[in-house]
């Protein structure tokens, strides 16, 4: 479904990204952790084309983001690190409007936009202006945006930073049922717990770069090439992640 070939973004004189290559099939997740200022939002906005990279290649489904950037847009659905809404609609009639653009029929846009907003228990909130929402509310409204069309990629920067604990819950489920249904995943999280309980694969930045890429045994290993002295019997993914970003955090042997 998405196929990254080492792409690179430069602002003046720092590599935001650099060098980065990965792939997704339909139905998997990436979730993507890393320091602060590590890349993670500047690769999601290349993979999403909202930002043009500096060099590499982006297909999604096969077709290159620089070529046909157009049908590559039509199969994403990016959730941005900052939701920015149109602050004078109500929540109903800007999902509506972004359901027509999508160019969902009237009975389907009201059926998933009546059940997203139940589930993220904006019903009732729905006809107020998105100007008077709450940033939790905001980042819902952007989740459901992105995901109203079931795009075949879902991008997600953050998506539950702003989420009471209930609500990301729910969000997470959210995301698992589109990636059920077939959807490929991206996400980016600070959140090691979460990171965790999404099934699939973790790829870990770090100055631009994808230091590592794969499922939690594979970084495992990759964590005890470079860093670990003692033996770990089942780290967890903070302190795989630690070691591998290697902020210098010394690791202490755990009973299995
Ligand atoms: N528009 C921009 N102009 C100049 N530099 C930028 C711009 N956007 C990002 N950068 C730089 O690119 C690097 C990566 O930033 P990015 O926002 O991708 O990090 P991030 O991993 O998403 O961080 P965070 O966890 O804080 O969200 C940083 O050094 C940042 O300063
Ligand atoms: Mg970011």
């Not at 139905?27 to 939002?41: D, E, I, P, R």
């Not at 930002?51 to 950037?69: F, I, N, Q, Y």
């Not at 990016?78 to 409007?97: Q, T």
């Not at 631009?208 to 967890?236: I, S």
Request: with cysteine; hydrophobic share 45%; charged share 25%.
């Amino acid at each position: 479904m998405l196929q990254v070939y080492r792409l690179a973004k430069r602002y003046g004189e720092v590599w935001a990204i650099r060098d980065v290559s990965l792939r997704l099939e339909a139905g998997s997740t990436l979730v993507l952790l890393g320091q602060n200022g590590a890349g993670k939002t500047t690769a999601l906005r290349c993979l999403s084309g909202l930002l043009l990279p500096t060099s590499g290649r982006v297909l999604v489904g096969g077709k290159d983001s620089r070529l046909e950037p157009d049908a590559v847009r039509e199969q994403i659905g990016l959730v941005p690190e900052v939701p920015g809404l149109y602050d004078r609609m109500p929540a109903r009639s800007y999902l509506d409007f972004f359901g027509r653009v999508y160019g969902l029929d009237p009975g389907t846009r009201a059926r998933r936009i009546e059940r997203l907003l139940e589930l993220f228990d904006l019903a009732e909130a729905g006809d107020r202006w998105l100007g008077s929402f709450s940033k939790g509310m905001r980042q819902k409204v952007a989740l459901i945006r992105a995901t109203l069309h079931r795009p075949p990629l879902v991008l997600a920067d953050e998506p539950t930073s702003a989420l009471d604990p209930d609500s990301a819950h729910v969000a997470w489920r959210y995301l698992e049922e589109l990636r059920a249904e077939g959807a490929a995943l991206v996400v980016c999280t600070h959140n090691m717990a979460e990171a965790q309980q999404l099934a699939g694969e973790i790829g870990i930045m770090s100055a631009g770069r994808l230091l590592a890429v794969g499922e939690l045994p594979e970084l495992v290993r990759a964590a005890g090439l470079k860093k670990h002295r003692e033996v770990v019997e089942r780290p967890t993914l903070e302190e795989v992640y630690l070691a591998i970003v290697g902020n210098g955090v010394e690791h202490e042997a755990r009973p299995a």
